[in-house]
């Protein structure tokens, strides 16, 4: 800044040291060289310093070439000379002053006329870049971008829709002339048309995000399915400005899944489970099959890990499983799944890797198919079998001991008819034929007898109420032994009856009492086929005993036999319930409702040693009992 | 008097030997005997004239003897049953003797049990066909009645006086003496009390 005010003192001191040798030489002061100095300074430095070379220039002209020569003092005749010399001096210095501050000023502006445009350079071309890189991005995601203006209803869109929409000819970007309305009308498919109105409609009235599906119609009269989205921008004022968007063509994503649909289709007609899991083993796909095996319906599987969901065993491991589906791209086997109700079953599954074309693993097919209710079915079927078996035999035994009564009883009845109706057809008054008469007599009663034996054999397969008398329970037992004797001979089994001296009577049906005794004998044996022969042995104990206060009998079978373990003692008693290969698990039943229908118990215990001992225990005739005549 | 006719005995089982037995059995009593192997053979016999009952399997081919005696209940048949089987189940038991049987006998059954049940049996039917007679004549007597006459017997029946009679039917008292001497007279009656008996068994209201 101090040069600014160098110049104007050195410029005007060298005009004065010019001009004074120029005077001296030459005898004429060239005033001129003063303006020079002024113009030069303002030039240089400006006003401030053009006016200091004024000033300077003016005291130098008046001092060295204004008569008084020397002097500062002006001669009245001088005065006009100097005026216009210190006006034309002031006039050029500002002249000259302004002139530079113009030039400033123009290249200052010219220098950042070039920033600017150097700057602009670079950001167009920051923006070719990010076009370029969205127009890549968009044509690779098949995604296009659009923006539709609230104040002027233009609709622009990316260079994608252009291609989508089949449109690539139509620069509504540039132009802003396609209207709204103009995609609804001619774009979108007309059924879906009305819908998309709605729902952009809806978007820009509440301004909030939307999202739409719907098919477009291309030039060529093709059709594609679009997917998109829309968001509104807002002001501060949360006025709608515009609405932003992006559109997808997803027509070959939609042929895909309407693919897979149609196989799911077909897939649902299977009764087996379906299920199809990503990567994650989340489900994705969730047959109809699945939904009636597992009880969770398909909107309720997916997303769900299935592993989570049906809270999978594995016979192996999930590792094992995943192992297998790695390396061979597949499994098969067995697994424990627990249904929506809770229930185990078991599934024969059959897994496999699905790949996309590049072979990379994107999902997992499992075929499920429920064989809990195969085994159910088969084990249901099984018993069922088993059961009509037995109830048929049972049934039948009852049924042919009915009808086997009957038909006995009608010969027997009629022998009994015809012995009475000779006996009274017989003279009073003949004693030579009391012989006949006794033998007739003989006839009635051993028929009568024969018919009493069926009626007990019926009763016993009816069930009907015992006929109860009294007897003696040693006599039941020692029948019982006679009677199994072979058969406990041929299995090389000994039977001993140990029998108290002291047993009261029982008010009991023989026939009855009988089937119990000959039951638990049998049973007996029954359990001692698979030990030693010298083991085999049964035995029988009677015995009296007190039971609150009443006499009663107690008869116990004893064998030697593979015993009892917990759970069958807890099903002894249940009808058809039996350990045998070939028995009908009736015995123990029928024995305990006989005893029970004496008044009696019948149990069960484990020996010391080896066997089991069935006891019952029935109560004494009372003593009241008349005697037989 | 009218003379009555033996009693007869209908016996009804498909079993040929117990038929025959039967019949012996119950011939030996002195009864009169007829057999019929099913129960339609029997349905086509014409009806006894004296006093009988029927001796009735119930386990036949074809009808059963309970079929045959809801049968004879079913078209005003009135026998007397007595039922005879080879095995009684409680239920079929209480089901023939609800219907009226007189005697449910399992087969073989003692020749006393039967002939007692049968006499019983005769003796119901016997009781029966008089009482039946007697209503019909009853019925007869009753249709000799004029008109108004029934209605003073009805009321007559009801225990009513003459006095309040005349005042029910709004007539004199003396007209209805007259009425009442008739109804006497032609019903046969000896007392108030042996007309309100008769009402009784030809069914007429006496409450």
């Known amino acids: ?629 | 008097m009218v003379t009555e006719t033996d009693p007869t005995v209908f016996v009804v089982d498909d079993d040929p030997s117990m038929r025959s037995s039967t019949e012996r059995l119950v011939r030996s009593a002195g009864f009169a005997v007829k057999t019929f192997g099913s129960a339609a053979e029997f349905l086509e016999s014409p009806q006894p004239e004296g006093p009988a009952c029927l001796v009735l399997d119930v386990r036949m081919p074809g009808q059963s003897g309970l079929d045959l005696q809801r049968d004879l209940t079913g078209s005003g048949i009135q026998i007397p049953i007595i039922f005879v089987t080879g095995h009684a189940s409680i239920p079929m038991t209480v089901r023939a003797m609800k219907a009226g049987a007189v005697e449910f006998l399992t087969k073989p059954y003692r020749r006393n049990e039967l002939l007692q049940a049968v006499r019983t049996a005769i003796e119901r039917d016997r009781g029966a066909r008089k009482e039946r007679l007697e209503v019909m004549e009853l019925r007869q007597r009753y249709e000799q009645l004029t008109p108004r006459e029934r209605d003073v017997m009805a009321l007559v029946i009801r225990g009513m006086l003459n006095k309040q009679i005349a005042g029910e039917l709004a007539t004199a008292e003396r007209t209805i003496k007259f009425h009442r001497a008739h109804i006497m007279h032609k019903m046969k009656a000896d007392s108030v009390a042996e007309l309100v008996r008769m009402a009784g068994q030809l069914g007429l209201a006496t409450a």
């Not at chain 1, 229930?343 to 693993?361: F, K, T």
Request: proline content about 3%; some cysteine; aromatic content about 6%.
């Open chain 1, 1 to 629: 800044m101090i040069v600014n005010y160098v110049v104007p003192v050195l410029s005007v001191g060298a005009t004065v040291a010019v001009a004074r040798w120029l005077d001296l030489y030459l005898q004429a002061a060239p005033v001129s060289l003063f303006i020079c100095a002024v113009m030069f300074s303002a030039w240089l430095g400006g006003f401030v310093p053009g006016l200091v070379a004024t000033v300077l220039s003016v005291l130098a002209f008046q001092y060295y070439f204004v008569p008084p020569i020397y002097s500062f003092a002006v001669e009245i005749a001088e005065i006009p000379r100097v005026v216009v010399f210190t006006l034309a001096a002031f006039f050029v210095g500002s002249l000259s002053a302004r002139q530079r501050s113009a030039t400033e000023a123009l290249q200052r502006a010219n220098d950042q006329l070039q920033a600017e445009s150097t700057e602009r350079k670079r950001a167009e071309e920051d923006a070719r870049r990010n076009e370029a890189f969205l127009a890549e991005g968009q044509r690779l995601s098949h995604t296009g971008s659009w923006s539709w203006q609230v104040s002027d209803g233009a609709l622009l869109w990316s260079q994608e829709i252009a291609r989508i929409t089949g449109r690539e000819s139509v620069k509504p970007s540039v132009d802003a002339a396609f209207h709204l309305d103009d995609v609804f009308d001619r774009v979108v498919h007309p059924d879906d048309a009305q819908q998309m109105r709605q729902l952009f409609h809806d978007a820009v009235g509440d301004k909030v995000n939307y999202e739409f599906e719907c098919r477009i119609v291309l030039p060529d009269r093709s059709i594609r399915h679009i997917a998109g989205m829309g968001h509104p921008v807002v002001n501060e004022a949360r006025e709608l400005v515009e609405m932003i968007g992006t559109i997808a063509d997803v027509t070959e994503r939609r042929a895909a899944e309407e693919e897979i649909r149609k196989q799911a289709e077909l897939l649902n007609l299977a009764h087996d489970a379906v299920i199809v899991r990503d990567r994650d083993s989340r489900v994705t796909f969730w047959s109809r099959g699945a939904e009636e095996t597992y009880g969770w319906t398909a909107v309720e599987a997916f997303g769900r890990t299935t592993h989570e969901l049906l809270q999978t065993t594995f016979r192996t491991s999930l590792e094992a499983v995943d192992a297998a589906l790695r390396e061979q791209g597949e499994w098969e086997g067995e697994l424990t799944h627990i249904t929506r109700s809770g229930e185990a079953i078991v599934v024969a599954s059959r897994q496999s890797l699905q790949g996309d074309q590049r072979g990379a693993p994107t999902a997992i097919l499992e075929i499920n198919r429920d064989i809990t209710d195969r085994k159910r079915a088969e084990d249901a079927l099984r018993t069922a079998e088993a059961e009509l078996a037995h109830v048929t035999r049972v049934t039948t035994l009852g049924e042919v001991t009915a009808s086997f009564a009957h038909e006995v009883n009608q010969p027997l009845a009629a022998i009994v008819n015809n012995a009475s109706a000779c006996l009274a057809l017989l003279p009073d008054d003949r004693p030579d034929l009391d012989e006949v008469r006794m033998a007739l007599a003989d006839i009635t009663s051993d028929a009568e007898r024969a018919s009493a034996i069926i009626e007990r054999v019926r009763a016993l397969a009816m069930r009907s109420p015992a006929e109860k008398i009294p007897l003696r329970v040693e006599d039941v037992v020692n029948d019982v032994v006679a009677l199994t004797a072979t058969e406990s001979a041929a299995r090389r089994m000994t039977i001993r009856a140990e029998m108290a001296a002291d047993l009261p009577l029982v008010l009991g049906d023989r026939v009855q009492l009988q089937q119990v005794v000959l039951n638990l004998v049998v049973n007996g044996m029954d359990a001692m086929t698979t030990v030693d022969e010298q083991e085999r042995r049964l035995k029988i104990r009677g015995s009296r005993d007190v039971q609150d206060g009443n006499f009663g009998v107690t008869i116990s079978v004893q064998d030697q036999g593979i015993g009892l373990n917990g759970a069958e003692m807890g099903r002894l008693f249940e009808a058809f319930y039996t350990t045998k290969a070939h028995g009908m698990g009736m015995g123990l039943a029928i024995s305990r409702s006989i005893i029970e229908m004496h008044g009696g118990r019948l149990w069960a215990e484990p020996n010391q040693g080896p066997g089991a001992t069935f006891s019952f225990s029935v109560p004494a005739a009372p003593s009241t009992v008349p005697d037989g005549d």
